[in-house]
């Protein structure tokens, strides 16, 4: 609570699992950016619901997560898939939402794997790995036909898991094992018995080669957005606006590359409409010195998010200064010590020297006239000249962290700076809360089936928070 005092805003990710022992839970992670530019995440609490999960529910649940570790200040942000509940929960909890994109990904690749050329070919080839997976004589044969040929000794992968990239990796290493995977089958000791199974022809190979051609920027983009060390909300709208592109079809497409793209395609269309998830997004894409040219809007949406950034880093502004004078009239405040420094006539008062005539003779006619003094700029038109040299400064390369490069530009840029952290800070998956599930795993196991709710909360919560930086 000590360290998330510090941040001006967090957001939080939920998600919910189940354990061996059948009973529901939902975990919520909290992510902000600290003092020294670094993104934190915690795990707040795994709490166990054994009501329905309606939108109410969830909110009515989270609302009391906010309150409990003090965050109602922090202008909670909540990040989630893309379930109808959850996005319930953000409207009746009255928080702003931002949709997971690594869910909106698998969604979208689920739709192409639905394709029917696409369908059967991985119903063979999963067939095959299968068998290889099964036999013990096949496995061996296999390795020993990958020494033969040079290739790495890689196992075969079957598609089991229910994220769509399974699939795609299952089809790239079959790929990848094609030569020894077909000296194996076609090998005496492995065919016998098995005469109805064969490996793939020449059209269902070529096949594989264009689905794994078409599929690869979105496992590019679900591994890029896994990543929890830098921050990825600033990635959403730039990849998604490419993703666009690049599902669009192309001279030489074969048919079952125009059937992938087309899927794809009109399946992220259909996400990331909303207004207001849409402003969080390009706000954050536009306070990311990578992405702040923002090519992929028109030059009209562009000069909009650009006075929308101006006008909430003025506002800020005017809150903090706010918060500063209510903070120094307030009593015991910085006024009140003010009031009661001794004056000059009181006897505790040190004597001070009178001031120098001599140089109000020489230069008291130049320097006394106020007329023409230069009166302090309002926050906005500071916020609007930071944002036009902000715009000017080059642009960060793709490779560089925008956290190391607001941490030194903090100085020149101090609106913008502080803008940046309550964006950069949210993070643009819930990636974070699902992988409390493989903790959870190692917690609540067959043998520790009957471990109470409150303790699996607490097992997980010091397992995922034993190292918290010094605030």
Excluded at 49 to 63: D, F, I, K, N, P
Aim: aromatic share 6%; with cysteine.
């Amino acid at each position: 609570m000590a360290s998330m005092s510090q941040a001006s805003r967090v957001a939080i990710t939920c998600d919910s699992w189940t354990s061996v022992a059948t009973e529901s839970y939902l975990t919520v992670t909290v992510h902000y950016v600290n003092e020294d530019w670094q993104i934190l995440s915690h795990v707040l609490q795994t709490r166990a619901v054994y009501e329905s999960h309606t939108g109410a529910h969830l909110a009515e649940l989270l609302s009391h997560v906010v309150e409990e570790w003090q965050l109602s200040e922090k202008d909670v942000v909540l990040v989630t898939d893309n379930a109808s509940n959850m996005i319930v929960a953000a409207q009746v909890g009255k928080f702003p939402h931002v949709k997971c994109f690594a869910h909106t990904l698998n969604l979208a690749s689920q739709r192409a794997l639905q394709v029917s050329t696409l369908s059967r070919l991985l119903g063979r080839v999963q067939r095959i790995t299968t068998f290889f997976h099964r036999s013990t004589i096949a496995n061996h044969t296999l390795k020993v036909k990958q020494k033969c040929l040079g290739l790495k000794n890689h196992k075969l992968l079957t598609d089991v898991a229910t994220r769509w990239n399974s699939a795609y990796d299952m089809v790239e290493r079959f790929l990848e094992q094609q030569p020894a995977i077909c000296a194996t089958l076609l090998s005496p000791e492995v065919r016998r018995g098995q005469s109805d199974l064969c490996t793939l022809n020449e059209t269902d190979v070529s096949n594989a080669e264009d689905a794994v051609s078409a599929l690869k920027p979105m496992k590019d983009a679900t591994t890029l957005m896994s990543e929890e060390s830098n921050p990825t909300v600033s990635l959403i709208a730039p990849i998604h606006a490419q993703l666009l592109q690049n599902m669009t079809d192309t001279i030489g497409d074969s048919p079952m590359i125009h059937e992938i793209k087309n899927a794809i395609k009109t399946d992220l269309l259909k996400r990331y409409n909303s207004e207001a998830e849409k402003k969080i997004l390009h706000t954050a894409s536009a306070l990311d010195p990578r992405f702040k040219g923002l090519p992929f809007l028109t030059e009209e949406e562009r000069l909009e998010i650009y006075r929308g950034v101006t006008e909430e880093a003025a506002s800020l502004e005017n809150e903090r200064t706010l918060r500063r004078t209510e903070v120094d009239e307030a009593p015991g405040g910085m006024g009140t010590l003010e009031e009661e420094r001794p004056t000059e006539d009181s006897p505790s008062a040190p004597k001070r020297k009178a001031p120098s005539s001599l140089l109000v003779s020489l230069l008291g006619q130049s320097f006394t006239d106020t007329e023409g003094t230069v009166e302090p700029k309002t926050p906005y038109a500071r916020a609007e000249e930071e944002m036009e040299r902000y715009c000017k400064a080059p642009a960060l390369p793709l490779t560089e962290d925008p956290l190391n490069w607001w941490r030194v530009q903090e100085v020149t840029f101090p609106l913008l700076s502080q803008l940046s952290k309550r964006y950069l800070c949210i993070p643009g998956t819930s990636v974070s809360a699902e992988r409390v599930f493989s903790t959870a795993g190692d917690v609540v196991t067959a043998k520790r089936s009957a471990l109470k709710p409150e303790h699996v909360d607490q097992l997980v919560f010091l397992q995922k928070n034993l190292q918290i930086p010094k605030c």
